[in-house]
């Protein structure tokens, strides 16, 4: 069963950091308490003593050690509550927590000579880390030796020669066995085997160890026998003790009474550990008074370790110790030599080397990371982000140590207890500003020179949802053409997030609209993902030219933040509608015939056709040409306003009945057109009685009513300009015309002023047209007729005017 021991100190207290809190506030109250202070810091570095564990080298992995709840004075599963953890030194663990019972157990067999070497007692420090909150608890295991070494000779055979002038009790020593073990396990006693000439003396070194002694009992006789050969045996103290043997050889000498002697008994030396192998440590000397070969003298270590033979060598003939390989302070600080003289004759001299290493900084300091969390939330300031330890194995300057980071983090290192430090961020870290920090942390010793360790970690930032999506443009605006087919897509909405993963994500939806009769639904979709609009069908920019609506951008996170933006779509016209012909009507009635007088001059006004297109802008611009003609050259249409007019002068030889063709195009792309077709009958003077061919009246007869309705509105407008001048016209017409007869169309032929409506390209009525009665023969329906401008003829005015206008309009046409 495993030997288990608890060390208690004298008490067991909260942390330090909670002790100093605590003293802080009392020295606030009153400075009469100052006493009560010092005291509580007494009783802390009483108190604080580490708890130690004993257990035996080699015990299995996983062997119970401690309840550390009991020992740490905590309540039941408070340690698995506050994350603890064992920490020792370096990289090796060699406890561990039961995870269920958190238990102290053995994480691995232990080996005390591994571990330790010959220092006793082996005491391995350890600290028990408490996370949340934040505490250590200073602990120890102490490695108990088991006698699982056996004691060994370095030599198979010890030679010595004894001089036979040797007196009966003389001692020799003998080389001492090596036992790796400690305490009571170590070589405790030798024997030799049963002879009739020496016994052993076991006897104690100044260091603690046991050497054994060969006494002469009977005079020896190198005659009688020259050489014996004795089995030492050195046997250890544990239980069954172990033993380790070698084979003493002794050659009896002829006299030789002088031993070799050294200058000096203790030799001290200091190396630096940093020593080249092949270094010089020391040399030797001694002297022999003897002559010859008894006076010629050998240099070997007595009773060395194997730790002496592997790190120095000796010169037999000059004394020179010289280093075998590289000495480590932090190993071995120092070695005892023991080195022997031997004459020829066998005799010998003995003396003593100290030899002190000596530190260099040559051991960079170490870091030891406990906890890191490399992944922490934005918004969120002194939170824990590391936590370690440093440590430096060499002494004095050269094993003191500071710890920094980079300047200008928001981090911030804090001293928790010695060599443990808590890496905490110094404020709320914002990702869309910085996602990710690189921190090195630089662990520099005092030495000199001065050696560091760095030690990089990455800290990313995780994302909070705390910013809105935000569109690129606050008004978009987007032209489609009238006429698309359905499902178009007509352009885009994009809006980003500052944020990362869901709280980056945009969704794109539809705002109701500000005017409830829009038909939103129907017009536009958007797709959630990517922000594409569509048009849901064909937009007609004459029923809506434009329409306005609003789209929300909101983000996957939680809570969801959102934005807005106002989309406005415009409809550009297509050039999808042809003109339309206004006057005459060409609904399928027959068209009237204008009249116009033989003596008409050119650019006498015929008739103006009149029309309108429902697109806009160049798509409505219309032009006018005269596309076939009875007699071509005697008409023409101005192309802007479709004025009628005559090209020339009018002859007898002209033909009474003439068909005209006009062409209307509006400037569209493609162009778009619309033709009217008019009847011009020539007459010598508007007395002359008319009557329609049969073929016109027959047309007339079928009119449709909507020309009737466009009529009848044109006379009610102008009814009351017509009576206020219809006794001007009677005095005109009755100058002009002939004797009337029945069925025939009469009107005023002479001009009069008057401000009448003008008939343009928006459909209404030109001042300058004159109105016709035209009475078809058998119906009796009258008809309004524009025929010609009027031309006022005022005395004194009237032939000039007459005279310019015709001259312009001949310029116009092209006529001289």
């Not at 006018?624 to 050259?633: D, F, I, N, V």
Request: glycine share 6%; proline share 5%.
């Amino acid at each position: 069963m495993m030997d288990v021991v608890i060390g208690t100190g004298k008490g067991f207290f909260p942390p330090e950091s909670d002790l100093i809190e605590m003293a802080q506030t009392k020295v606030h109250r009153k400075k009469r308490q100052v006493t009560i202070l010092i005291i509580w810091m007494i009783l802390w570095e009483v108190g604080s003593e580490s708890i130690q564990y004993s257990v035996l080298e080699e015990t299995e992995s996983g062997t119970f050690v401690a309840n550390l709840t009991k020992d740490l004075g905590l309540k039941r599963g408070e340690l698995a509550e506050r994350g603890a953890q064992v920490v020792f030194k370096g990289n090796r663990q060699h406890l561990q927590l039961d995870p269920q019972t958190y238990d102290l157990l053995l994480n691995e067999k232990l080996d005390r000579e591994e571990l330790c070497g010959s220092t006793e007692p082996c005491v391995l420090p350890f600290q028990v880390l408490l996370e949340n909150p934040l505490q250590f608890f200073q602990a120890a295991l102490r490695l108990l030796d088991v006698n699982d070494h056996a004691p060994e000779f370095l030599e198979n055979e010890i030679l010595l020669k004894i001089s036979e002038s040797s007196h009966p009790g003389t001692a020799f020593p003998l080389k001492i066995a090596q036992d790796l073990d400690v305490g009571s396990n170590t070589v405790q006693n030798y024997t030799i085997s049963t002879n009739s000439r020496f016994h052993l003396f076991t006897l104690n070194h100044s260091d603690g160890r046991r050497y054994p002694e060969l006494v002469l009992d009977k005079a020896l006789d190198r005659e009688e026998q020259s050489e014996l050969r004795l089995t030492l045996t050195a046997l250890d103290g544990g239980s069954p003790p172990r033993t380790g043997t070698a084979q003493v050889l002794i050659v009896v000498l002829d006299i030789n009474d002088n031993a070799p002697e050294f200058a000096q008994l203790l030799y001290e030396v200091q190396v630096p550990e940093n020593s080249p192998v092949g270094s010089l440590v020391i040399t030797v000397f001694a002297t022999d008074l003897d002559a010859g070969t008894y006076g010629e003298l050998s240099y070997s270590f007595f009773q060395s370790s194997n730790q002496v033979i592997q790190a120095f060598e000796i010169n037999a003939v000059t004394g020179e110790i010289r280093l075998k390989k590289t000495l480590d302070f932090e190993e071995i600080r120092s070695y005892r030599l023991e080195i022997e003289a031997s004459d020829g004759g066998g005799l010998s001299g003995k003396c003593t080397i100290a030899i002190e290493v000596m530190d260099v900084n040559d051991n960079a300091p170490e870091l030891t990371m406990s906890v890191l969390i490399s992944d922490i939330p934005e918004n969120t300031p002194d939170t824990v982000v590391a936590i370690f330890g440093i440590s430096d194995p060499d002494s004095g300057e050269n094993g003191k140590m500071m710890c920094t980071i980079q300047d200008h983090l928001p981090f911030v290192l804090k001293l928790t207890v010695e060599n443990f430090y808590t890496l905490v961020t110094e404020r709320a870290l914002d990702r869309e500003s910085q996602a990710e920090y690189n921190i090195t942390i630089t662990v520099t010793d005092l030495g000199t020179p001065r050696l560091k360790t760095q030690h990089n970690i990455t800290v990313t930032v995780s994302d909070v949802n705390d910013n809105a999506p935000a569109f690129s443009q606050t008004t978009y605006t987007l032209r489609v053409r009238e006429n698309n087919s359905p499902a178009l897509h007509i352009g885009s909405v994009s809006a980003t997030d500052r944020d990362s993963g869901a709280n980056a994500q945009v969704t794109y939806s539809l705002l109701p609209p500000a005017d409830p009769q829009l038909p939103l639904a129907s017009l536009v979709s958007i797709n959630a993902d990517n922000g594409q609009l569509f048009a849901l069908r064909s937009l007609d920019y004459e029923a809506l030219r434009a329409f306005e609506f609003g789209v929300r951008a909101a983000d996957r996170g939680s809570p969801a933040l959102s934005s807005q933006a106002r989309v406005r779509v415009l409809v550009l016209d297509d050039n999808d509608n042809a003109p339309f012909v206004l006057y005459p009507p060409q609904n399928g009635s027959a068209p009237c015939t204008e009249l116009v007088p033989r003596a008409a001059e050119a650019g006498y006004l015929v008739t103006k056709v009149v029309a309108v297109d429902g697109d806009s802008g160049q798509n409505a611009w219309l032009s006018y040409q005269l596309l076939k003609a009875t007699e071509p050259g005697l008409f023409g249409v101005w192309a802007h306003n479709g004025e009628v007019r005559t090209a020339r002068l009018l002859s007898e030889r002209d033909a009474v009945k003439h068909r005209l063709v006009v062409l209307v195009r509006d400037n569209g792309e493609p162009p778009r057109s619309a033709s009217v077709t008019l009847h011009v009958l020539l007459v010598d003077g508007f007395s002359q009685p008319y009557l329609p061919l049969p073929e016109v009246a027959a047309a007339e007869a079928r009119a449709d009513p909507l020309t009737v309705y466009l009529v009848v509105a044109l006379a009610s407008v102008s009814s009351l300009f017509l009576f206020s001048v219809l006794v001007f016209v009677a005095v005109r017409l009755c100058r002009r015309s002939r004797a009337a007869s029945a069925g025939r169309c009469s009107g005023p032929e002479g001009h009069f002023p008057g401000h009448l409506v003008d008939v343009s390209g928006a459909g209404t009525l030109s001042q300058s047209y004159q109105y016709e009665v035209c009475l078809t023969g058998g119906s009796g329906t009258s008809e309004f007729k524009f025929l010609k401008p009027i031309f006022p003829n005022f005395v004194g005015e009237a032939a000039g005017r007459d005279a310019e206008e015709n001259s312009n309009f001949t310029n116009n046409f092209g006529f001289t």
